[in-house]
């Protein structure tokens, strides 16, 4: 099931001091790399988790450099 990244974000937000901003800072940290992921899987979906490059005569097929950054 889908996470919607607003309401993990108040979740997240309620159970912290928000006047602490160094605790306000790491949430908004999360949420961004939370959307950061999100994007990642699209991508991959869309493109698939393999690539085909080519180069003049050369041909070979490689991982998504997505698989690579949600590592």
Partial sequence: MPVNV???QDQ???R???DDLVE???VE???SLVKLNKQLDKDIKRDGATVTTENGAQKFVKSHPAVNDKM
């Fill in 16 to 18: 912290i001091d928000t």
């Fill in 24 to 26: 306000v800072e790491k």
């Fill in 6 to 8: 607003k309401k993990l």
């Fill in 12 to 14: 997240l937000m309620s």
């Fill in 29 to 31: 940290r999360y949420i």
